[in-house]
Structure formats: C-alpha cells, structure tokens
C-alpha cells in the first residue's frame, strides 16, 4: 500500500523558515517523482515544487522560486521541501504527492497534508 | 500559464442522480493530459480520471471523463453517498501545472 506521510508543518513568522518532509512507502521510490502542492484556506490546489526520481531535475511555480528548495534522499524515501522567507501568502496545507509512471506531474497518490501558517 | 475554470462552483444533487462537472482551459490542453481529483475533508485528494478519459485504478465505471482541446467534461452517472466531495482538473502537460477552483458535490 502506498503511503506518504507528511510532517514538519507548523506557526512560524513572517520572513521565517520551515523544512516539510515527505516519508513514502509501499513502492519504489527511486522511480519516481514527487512533487509538493499546497491549498490555501478556502482556495484550491495550487502546484508548489517537483524533483525528477534522481533529484537530478527540480522544478519550482514563480510564487516560490528562490525560497523554496525541493530535495529528495532516496536511501531513506523522503523528500523535503526547505521554505524560506515565508509570507502570509505560504498559509496553507501542504500536501505531498507522487508523479506517476507516465507523467510526473501526474499526482497517483496523496499524503494528508501537513499545516504552514505564516503569522505573527 | 494555462488557467483552468471550473462551473459550476457547486451542484445540489440528490443521490441516484447524474452529475456533470466541467473544465475549460485558457488554451488547448496538449494531448490531452487533463486529470480529474476528488477531494474529501480530512482526505487526501485522490485521482480519478486522467488523459481526460482514462479512470484511474479502482474507480468505478459510473465516473466518466471526456472532452479534449479546451472542453473537458466530468461525469457521475448515478451518485452515491460516497460521492459527495470536491471535485477539480488539472492540466500537467506543460509547466506549471494549474488545477482548476474546484466545483462541490453537495447534497
């Protein structure tokens, strides 16, 4: 059974920095990628980062491009996300997603999500 | 960037009934590669449909997708309780990777 669990979510400050991270089992990691995708309070999906299987390739949306870092560490099937200078506009549930086998922006399976709020 | 525009923005069904979901796209969505999510509270959002026809594995044949270009349709044949949720589309065929608002199955 697939499983990714997110954590390291939390109330942080304005111009502060969390890391998420994504643990996944149930299949085999090295194969494929994974992307993170955050809902803002009342608004819809919104496609955040991605890296290729072997964290060779990273993908990044312009809202976050040069505060956020997307890696991957295949020995332990987790993947981060590093978030710096965090605005009010970062609130939201960030959800962890695998590509799947025919696309990598293709969103196969899910985790539960893991809460940021950017507050004072 | 493609946007993806969802309507209506909510549907009041009864159980039993047929709902029809739509998508459209700013622009033509390539290849088709237009997927379908469902979205529960407390859940995480689970593929239905994608290549815009395509039912992902376990979904039952009542949900349907369709369309191509910039026109693309969900439909749920006869709903079942299980069913009431928020449904959105997402393009990934080119960067970035919209989804649509999201349009709500209520009863």
């Known amino acids: 059974e697939v499983q990714l669990l997110e954590s390291g979510g939390g109330l942080v400050q304005p111009g502060g920095s969390l890391r998420l991270s994504c643990a996944a089992s149930g299949f085999t990691f090295t194969t494929y990628a994974m992307s993170w995708v955050r809902q803002a309070p009342g608004k819809g999906l919104e496609w955040v980062s991605g890296?290729?299987?072997?964290?060779?390739?990273?993908y990044y949306a312009d809202s976050v491009k040069g505060r956020f870092t997307i890696s991957r560490d295949n020995s332990k099937n987790t993947v981060y996300l590093q978030m710096s200078s965090l605005r009010a506009e970062d609130t939201a549930l960030y959800y962890c997603?695998?590509?799947?086998?025919?696309?990598?922006?293709?969103?196969?399976?899910w985790g539960q999500g893991t809460l940021v709020t950017v507050s004072s | 960037e493609i946007v993806l525009t969802q309507s209506p923005g909510t549907l009041s069904l009864s159980p039993g009934e047929r709902a029809t979901l739509s998508c459209r796209a700013s622009?033509?969505?390539?290849?088709?590669?237009l997927a379908w999510y469902q979205q529960k509270p407390g859940q995480a959002p689970r593929l239905l449909i994608y290549g815009a026809s395509s039912r992902a594995t376990g979904i039952p044949d009542r949900i349907s997708g369709s369309g191509s270009g910039t026109d693309f349709t969900l439909t749920i044949s006869r709903l079942e309780p299980e069913d009431f949720a928020v449904y959105c589309c997402q393009h990934y065929g080119s960067s970035p990777w919209t989804f649509g608002q999201g349009t709500k199955v209520e009863i």
């Open positions: 890296i290729s299987n072997s964290g060779g390739s990273t």
């Open positions: 622009q033509s969505v390539s290849s088709s590669y």
């Open positions: 997603a695998k590509g799947s086998g025919s696309s990598f922006f293709l969103f196969d399976y």
